[in-house]
């Protein structure tokens, strides 16, 4: 079965510094890979995804995330962070029709 | 556009009692997902709909669940004789494209249900 982990709970970084927020994955065959956040009571917001092609994948709020295939790796990361960017982090892997959700890493942007 | 709407967003029942929480998906989304948010955890899957059909059902807990998709559009996630540990938060999704792995599920703002 296809899966993720994410082996932080929290992340503590000061607002202007660079963000990694880390992610490895678990699957058989190709991996479909994906960034969701998730602020207070609020549903799960779409940030970025890998399926084939580049490494480095850009998405939404100026993120990205590097796909690495030999540490089956896909972590998020902004160069900047901003205070506004304090939220929860998923990861998720797509198998079997679904996705395969991490247990998720809190960021907390210091100001 | 309009994104993927949930009702209620709260929802406080005593333990016994029968509860439907409903998800109106994107216009135009042929899949539709339920999954659930227990604190401090990521969503699990519950459901999976290709059109009105359940393609995947097997992420419902038990029997005492169920879901439908009469028209292929909204859909009702139905729960009976609700239990404690029934309380989370109850995630619906729709994508465009179904069984495939190349689109992204859009995710509504959940319903906080709460069994007393």
């Known amino acids: 079965a296809q899966s993720v982990a994410q082996p932080e709970d929290q992340v503590n970084v000061a607002e202007g510094n660079p963000l990694t927020v880390k992610c490895t994955y678990s699957?058989?065959?190709?991996?479909?890979l994906f960034w969701y956040v998730q602020y207070p009571n609020r549903g799960l917001q779409f940030l970025l995804k890998?399926?084939?092609?580049?490494?480095l994948v850009k998405g939404s709020y100026g993120f990205e995330a590097e796909f690495n295939k030999s540490q089956t790796s896909f972590h998020l990361k902004k160069p900047s962070a901003l205070v506004s960017d304090s939220a929860l982090y998923f990861c998720?892997?797509?198998?079997?029709?679904?996705?395969?959700f991490g247990k998720g890493n809190q960021v907390v942007v210091i100001p | 556009g309009a994104g993927v709407s949930q009702t209620p967003s709260n929802k406080v029942t005593e333990k016994g009692k029968y509860v439907e929480l409903r998800c109106d998906p994107i216009?135009?989304?042929?899949?539709l997902y339920w999954y659930r948010q227990s604190l401090g955890q990521g969503p699990e899957f519950l459901i999976y709909?290709?059109?009105?059909?359940?393609?995947?059902d097997s992420g419902l807990p038990n029997d005492r669940f169920f879901a439908v998709r009469p028209e292929g559009s909204v859909s009702t996630l139905k729960i009976q004789r609700t239990e404690r540990g029934d309380s989370a938060v109850y995630l619906c999704?729709?994508?465009?494209?179904?069984?495939?792995?190349?689109?992204?599920?859009?995710f509504g703002p959940g319903t906080r249900l709460t069994v007393t």
């Open positions: 999704a729709s994508s465009l494209i179904a069984g495939q792995g190349l689109t992204e599920q859009y």
């Open positions: 699957v058989s065959g190709n991996p479909y």
């Open positions: 890998y399926i084939t092609g580049d490494n």
């Open positions: 998720a892997v797509r198998g079997d029709n679904r996705l395969a």
């Open positions: 216009s135009g989304h042929t899949a």
């Open positions: 709909f290709q059109g009105t059909g359940a393609a995947d």
